[in-house]
């Protein structure tokens, strides 16, 4: 083939003519065809070339080309529109003044700069790169950082600029250009003259005030001086047993002999002890072995429950009655509020004061916190409308709740001890979260009254709130805290005493004292009044469902006497 290729015929002839009319020579090429349709690409140049040129129509929304940067940012020429009602005389205008930009500017920057330039006479740009005003200050501080004395001085600089000339007429100070221009008469000095002698009558009335100014002091002195000193006694045979255990100690054997619960029938036993009235009784945590009582005649009782039935301990700490009593989640110490606007701290056992509290208050409630975690914290409601906090170890105050408007009455822990309840003289319930002085749930109506007890049912999901309208109301724990208007007990008047409200272990029965000595007893789901005991001869103040005795009643009143039913 090689040699085929290279062969030539011996005449000259024009490779045309061997093309055509060799038959041993390459096959025929047919021209190229493209099936794509015919551009104008002298159009498509200049198109682009015009794109990259133009400037872009602020009005347009959608632009079909990439355009560059410059064009982005480059100014709006051309004619103004015709029908525009600005003149082209006054260029773009978006302000009466001319064309005004915005600028993100902070508003404290935006007052020191406002408030320097209407003192001084000068301000700084938004950008900060020049002064607008008094141009010769080289380095301008503003109203916020320039020292007392430097306004001082340009105060009185600016007065002095300011100032008009004195007429001569203003220098005689008899003269009424004098007063007009030194504000004030020449005679307004300090009088100096010979001291005046007081009367016979001005010197009585001063030593009578004085004497009675001195009287006043040593009163409140006493009353700071005074401290009651804390006494105990033990009535019980021994305070140890055989084995080394405190007479505090619960029975090993000590559980609920049965889940449902009963309405007592008769009374079983009467503790009598206290010579004035009881005003509040607890039992102790988890086991109700033994039985705390608080009383009007400044003491504090431990009766035994179980086997003796007598007073096991008397605690006197307060020189006044005796307000609130509360237990630890263990029963080894206890809280008592007075009205000598004390708290104090106590060992159950041993009787002795641990620590006192006071802010020189009135404390109507005293609650610890019912977490083992934070049973050194105390919470105390005050007669001065707020809650106090205390760290006990440190003995300092680390809270206020302060929103209340009345005395604080209750101190209610609700969802797992993070939020509690609170009701005061005010006719208003206000939730809290613990360690928060801000309320997150404020109740009030028109139609409610003062709630003095409220208590929890023992399946944690509503309260139950004592109203001095002669009815218990019931309120959801959860997040909304609304009012039950579904069930409501009433019957009982309780009308201006602060009777307790209770539950039976169970949640089957709902039970309260009523300021006629009875104690009322309802059924929870059907709100029906199930028995009404006589207990008292005055006011039944408080009752208690022993906690593993399901058909007992420990109720105490004022006429001094508690009573196990």
């Known amino acids: 083939m090689d040699l085929l290729q290279s062969y030539a015929p011996g005449d000259a002839s024009s490779p045309e003519d061997e093309s055509l009319s060799s038959p041993d020579s390459s096959p ?15 159009a498509l140049a200049l198109s682009v070339a015009a794109s990259t040129s133009r400037p872009l129509d602020p009005s347009v929304h959608l632009v079909p080309f990439n355009p560059t940067a410059d064009q982005l940012w480059a100014p709006v020429l051309g004619p103004q529109h015709p029908h525009a009602p600005i003149s082209s005389a006054s260029g773009h205008r978006n302000h009466k003044l001319g064309h005004v930009e915005d600028a993100a500017l902070l508003p404290f920057l935006f007052d020191e700069q406002y408030n320097t330039f209407h003192r001084f006479g000068y301000a700084s740009d938004p950008s900060g790169l020049q002064i607008i005003g008094d141009a010769q200050a080289a380095n301008p501080d503003t109203v916020y950082n320039l020292p007392p004395s430097e306004h001082k001085r340009r105060r009185i600089q600016s007065k002095e600029e300011i100032q008009e ?32 002698e007081l009367t016979d009558e001005q010197k009585q009335y001063a030593e009578a005030h004085a004497a009675k100014k001195a009287e006043k002091e040593a009163r409140g002195e006493g009353k700071e001086k005074t401290e009651v000193v804390a006494k105990t006694t033990f009535h019980g045979k021994e305070e140890k047993d055989y084995q080394g255990r405190s007479w505090i100690t ?6 609920a002999t049965n889940e449902r619960c009963y309405i007592p029938k008769r009374c079983v036993h009467e503790w ?9 009784i607890r039992f102790f945590p988890k ?9 009007m005649d400044c ?8 086997e003796s039935k007598t007073c096991m301990r008397t605690y006197m700490g307060h020189n006044k009655a005796v307000r609130d009593i509360s237990f630890c989640s263990d029963g080894s110490k206890f809280l008592s509020a007075g009205y000598d606007r004390n708290i104090q701290y106590w060992d159950t056992e041993t009787g002795q004061v641990i ?9 109507y409630v005293v609650k610890l916190n019912p977490d083992e975690d934070k049973q050194n914290i105390l919470l105390a409601g005050m007669s001065d409308k707020k809650i106090v906090q205390w760290d006990m170890r440190s003995g300092e105050i680390t809270q206020e709740y302060d929103q209340h408007l009345g005395a604080v009455n209750t101190i209610t822990f609700v969802d797992n001890n ?24 404020y109740i009030s109506e028109p139609h409610m009254h003062s709630m003095p007890s409220i208590a929890v049912h023992p399946n944690s999901n509503w309260l139950a709130a004592q109203s001095l309208d002669n009815q218990i109301l019931i309120y959801s724990t959860k997040e909304r805290f609304q009012l039950n208007k579904k069930k409501r007990f009433a019957g009982h008047i309780v009308a201006g005493y602060a009777c307790q409200v209770s539950f039976s272990p169970d949640g089957r029965f709902v039970m309260s004292g009523d300021g006629e000595g009875s104690c009322w007893f309802w059924d929870w789901k059907s709100c029906r009044r199930f028995k009404t005991l006589k207990c008292h001869n005055g006011v039944c103040i408080g009752c208690e469902w022993h906690p593993l005795e399901t058909s007992k009643v420990a109720t105490c009143g004022w006429d001094g006497v508690i009573k196990y039913w």
Not at 167 to 175: K, Q, T
Not at 356 to 363: A, I, L, N, R
């Open 250 to 255: 619960p029975p090993k054997d000590a559980k």
């Open 287 to 295: 086991y109700g072995h033994l039985l705390l009582s608080a009383s």
């Open 418 to 441: 993070r939020r509690f309840v609170t009701s005061s003289d005010d006719k208003s319930l206000r939730v809290w979260e613990y360690g928060i002085p801000v309320v997150i749930k």
């Open 299 to 306: 003491k504090i009782k431990i009766w035994d429950v179980l």
């Open 165 to 196: 000339p004195v007429p001569p007429e203003a220098e005689n100070p008899a003269a009424d250009e004098w007063v007009v221009h030194n504000k004030k008469s020449p005679w307004a000095g300090v009088r100096e003259g010979p001291p005046v």
């Open 272 to 280: 009598v002890g206290h010579t004035k009235g009881v005003s509040a």
């Open 28 to 42: 025929l090429r047919l021209p190229t065809k493209s099936a794509a349709p015919a551009v104008d690409e002298t």
């Open 355 to 363: 620590s006192t509290f006071s802010t020189g208050k009135v404390p």
